[in-house]
């Protein structure tokens, strides 16, 4: 095993307290929130109701050098709606030391200790206004602390005296309350500490980061920038998730500037790297599950659109000119896309590397072996291995890397919380947690695994390092110390193996239901990265069953996408007729079906297929040849969809068709009729009309010649008739 240098172990950090105390004693008078040391509300802070808190810490995160002085730094917050007045703090300490994990969890969430407390120290509190916060410093000389050998020691505070409420008008109460927290005595110990980091990010529809969420991820607040925060100029081992840079990269021009920065920045952190699966799935699930080969997703290029990537030269020879000498290039260009291999690279990662939920057997480090190859190491916590904390260590011919489970959980609280005060409570408690684990293996290194979290702080991530971590930290070092015999004590999760397979079911569905589709990746692709995200490690039991059941949802849904509506009786009026059936297609792509149809009545003739194209979002009413072979009468419609390579898409259903092709007939009698009654008016209208325009002719023509022979008669120079003359 690689010896560590002092400069790398607990004596330096020991050194770095000593000559920090005085800096740290100025800081925290001026402002509690920054204050180093463990913190703890009073009593336990678990009650809601409480409303005034009390929060005590000692040391540096709870770790002082033997012999040395320290600080005590309380800090009151009144949550009230009125002033707290002035009252007493004093600070007590245990020098019977907590033995082991159990012994530390009952004084910190219990409050009980062996052992009896005495004061090392006290002050007076200053009035606080409603909503505010008051810290005091207590110094604590090497005197009152001399006869403290290494070991983790109770120590409590009290505030007493202190009233809230208006004297006026008798609405005072009084306040009494107590804080716990511990002090941690450490000898210098050379044993080298990492601690190992995820970096994930989920994205709502569970496939890849849009360009929103990235820009809102790697701005200045965001929670990826956060990591990179926390982890900057640490010695943290970083584990990350290939889907967050692919996402980045996939976008092209049209990712975000902050996240194209936030990629350049990851690649330019010198902190040691590896590779989780993409999406964080977990492996275990999948060897539990029988798999052959881990998951990976599929093509990536649903997801790139080439307008957004330079254009490069098209392969091919250039082109030489008769008349010179200098080749000229093809000038044809296409866009250069990258490959599935470049968008999830992490630059400088370690290879065959594995970090999957815990609950592994020996036969799934078998399969992990023939997933990546020989040499493969997989990264367990110890309660994986009955507790056996050492860092490198062998389970059978197989390659382990161990956290420890107790300090890991601890420090990933810490990393979560939020307050600075209350996250010191939970730092000392990682202390004193580091100190027993350095104790069962003197000088073998310790690893400590953070839990997959998105959502803490830069600030509170560095604490939780800077807690655990020695500087020089190697992983390499770790990898090459002798490892430690151990056997797994696990037993197989079930419930997600079980998972596994119903998902890649659905998946198969959904594969021949994809060949309605003219790219079937469209559809593919973003459903197996949801899949993977689904066995993401580190989920809750109850998140893990909510997800496969909401995955499951989701492709239901998918399939049930395009359909034939319900639809009413049909009535077909003629003998021959193209049927409307409308199908809908509820998908954000347009599909090809083919729907089939035949009649349960030989009464009816139908083109059995007819191919149709539906836009996406959309319905459209595929027209179906029908002859009808009777008059009249009523045929179910047997109706199914198909894609064009055979594949069912949706379950036969029946519409119901009324055939009434007798009434083409009588309704072309019935118009022929009305055209010949029409006809025959309209000829005896006319034959009438000429009648009557004869006979008021005539009379016209006899009252001319009336008039006319009335004229002669009465005219005097009128000639006699011949009549007369003779």
């Known amino acids: 095993m690689t010896a560590t240098t002092p400069e790398h172990g607990l004596r330096a950090r020991l050194r770095r307290l000593a000559s920090a105390t005085a800096v740290l004693t100025i800081a925290v008078s001026g402002c509690a929130l920054v204050t180093p040391g463990a913190a703890f509300a009073a009593d336990g802070s678990s009650d809601d109701d409480q409303q005034v808190s009390l929060h005590v810490s000692a040391g540096l995160r709870g770790l002082m050098a033997p012999g040395s002085s320290t600080t005590a730094i309380l800090t009151v917050e009144n949550d009230t709606d009125s002033s707290l007045s002035g009252g007493q703090v004093q600070v007590e300490l245990n020098r019977t030391p907590l ?16 052992g009896d407390f ?40 009290e505030l007493s005296g202190a009233t809230t409420g ?39 529809n569970g496939s890849l980061l849009t360009a929103d969420e990235l820009a809102e991820l790697t701005d200045g607040d965001g929670a990826l920038t956060a990591q990179l925060d926390g982890v900057a100029g640490t010695t943290a081992v970083l584990a990350i998730d290939p889907s967050i840079p692919a996402a980045i990269r996939a976008l092209g021009s049209a990712a975000p500037e902050t996240a194209r920065d936030w990629l350049v920045r990851l690649d330019g952190l010198t902190n040691t790297r590896f590779a989780l699966q993409f999406g964080d799935a977990d492996a275990t699930a999948q060897a539990q599950a029988g798999l052959t080969e881990l998951l990976q997703p599929m093509s990536f290029a649903p997801f790139l659109d080439p307008t957004r990537f330079p254009q490069a030269p098209a392969t091919g020879a250039p082109t030489d000119s008769p008349a010179s000498t200098t080749p000229t290039p093809n000038p044809t260009t296409s866009p250069a896309l990258p490959t599935d291999e470049e968008l999830t690279a992490i630059d400088g990662a370690l290879p065959r590397i594995l970090w999957p939920e815990g609950s592994l057997t020996q036969a799934d480090l078998t399969a992990f072996t023939s997933y990546l190859g020989a040499g493969t190491t997989t990264i367990v916590p110890s309660s994986a291995v009955g507790g056996q904390s050492a860092a490198h260590a062998t389970a059978g011919d197989h390659d382990l890397l161990v956290t420890d489970a107790d300090v890991s959980k601890t420090l990933s609280d810490a990393a979560a919380e939020a307050d600075p005060v209350a996250r010191q409570r939970l730092l000392a408690e990682a202390t004193a947690r580091l100190q027993l684990a350095q104790s069962r293996a003197p000088g073998a290194p310790l690893l400590i695994g953070l839990d997959r979290d998105q959502k803490r702080t830069g600030d509170a991530l560095r604490d939780a390092i800077s807690t655990a971590e020695t500087i ?10 002798p490892p430690v015999a151990v056997t797994l004590e696990e037993e197989p999760d079930t419930v997600r193996a079980s998972a596994v397979g119903d998902l890649l079911a659905d998946e198969g569905s959904l ?17 197996r990265i949801r899949i993977l995200r689904t066995l993401a490690v580190g989920t809750s039991a109850k998140a893990f069953d909510a997800g496969v059941e909401a995955h499951r949802e989701r492709t239901t849904d998918t399939l049930a996408a395009v359909s034939i509506p319900t639809s009413s009786t049909i009535q077909l009026l003629t003998a021959n007729a193209d049927l409307p059936i409308a199908v809908r297609n509820d998908l954000p792509w347009p599909v090809t079906v083919e729907l089939h149809a035949s009649p349960t009545d030989p009464r009816l003739d139908v083109k059995p ?25 009523e045929v179910d419609l047997r109706l199914s969809l198909y894609s064009p390579t055979g594949v069912p898409i949706q379950d036969q259903q029946s519409v119901r068709v009324a055939v009434r092709a007798e009434w083409e007939t009588i309704g072309l009698v019935i118009f022929g009729g009305l055209a010949v009654v029409l006809i025959a008016l309209g000829v005896i209208r006319t034959v009438r009309r000429k009648r009557r325009e004869s006979t008021a002719e005539a009379a016209v023509e006899a009252e001319i010649d009336a008039l006319e022979e009335d004229a002669v008669k009465t005219r005097p120079d009128a000639a006699p008739s011949e009549d007369t003359h003779e």
């Not at 459209?620 to 009249?632: D, Q």
């Open 511 to 527: 594969t021949a239901f994809s060949s309605i589709l003219t790219d079937p990746q469209v559809l593919l692709s973003p459903e």
């Open 118 to 157: 005495a004061a090392i120290g006290s002050d007076q509190t200053s009035a606080i206004d409603a909503g505010k916060t008051e810290t005091t410093t207590i110094f604590v000389p090497e005197t009152s602390l001399a006869d403290l050998t290494p070991g983790i020691y109770p120590i409590r505070a």
């Open 472 to 481: 020089g930290f190697e992983l390499s070092s770790v990898r090459a110390a």
């Open 99 to 114: 033995t082991d994990g159990d012994a530390v969890s009952s004084w910190l969430d219990d409050g009980e200790a062996e």
């Open 609 to 633: 297929v007819t191919e149709t194209i539906v836009q996406p979002n959309s319905t459209t009413r595929a027209k179906v040849p029908v002859s009808a072979r009777v008059g009249s009468g």
């Open 166 to 204: 208006n004297p006026s008008d008798d609405r005072v109460a009084a306040v009494d309350t107590t804080a716990t927290s511990v002090l941690v005595v450490a000898d210098a110990q050379a044993t080298q500490i990492g601690v190992l980091v995820p970096i994930t990010a989920t994205p709502e």
